[in-house]
């Protein structure tokens, strides 16, 4: 196992020598490398919901925010981030309160805020959970 981890950090460091904004360099003729997709302007994604308002929102544990996206456009739609108390986040849900509810994964966790309130910040409902993931409510809202 560790010898494929090897091969693949080799290819890896090799397609990056060659590969400079997009194009192949030029001192080794032959050799093309092309994007099979474009990245993302999300670092980390991890959980992902419908909220009440029909958004997609997408907890960025690596980009300490979350991603309110338009699922009809894919645009993003709004930023809720460390300015609102939002650190690592890793899976997120909403309560029955309409209340969306995430995961601070690196702290241990739980936290709450209103994502319509554009003033609102997180704040902490439980503490001292290591590696808290993931988080979900009871059909009957427990």
């Known amino acids: 196992m560790r010898k494929n981890w090897m091969v693949i950090l080799c290819i890896l460091a090799l397609a990056a020598c060659l590969y400079a904004d997009g194009k192949s360099i030029a001192k080794y003729p032959g050799v093309t490398v092309r994007s099979l997709v474009t990245g993302t302007t999300t670092h980390g994604t991890n959980g992902l919901y419908f909220g009440p308002d029909g958004y997609l929102y997408v907890a960025s544990n690596g980009g300490n925010e979350i991603l309110v996206l338009d699922p009809n456009s894919g645009q993003i739609q709004r930023r809720i981030g460390p300015d609102r108390g939002v650190a690592s986040p890793d899976d997120l849900t909403f309560g029955p309160d309409g209340m969306l509810y995430f995961t601070a994964f690196f702290s241990g966790e739980v ?5 319509a309130d554009p003033g609102a910040t997180a704040v902490t409902i439980a503490s001292g959970l290591p590696g808290v ?3 979900t409510f009871s059909d009957d809202g427990r």
């Open 111 to 115: 936290r709450k805020i209103n994502p």
């Open 133 to 135: 993931n993931p988080i």
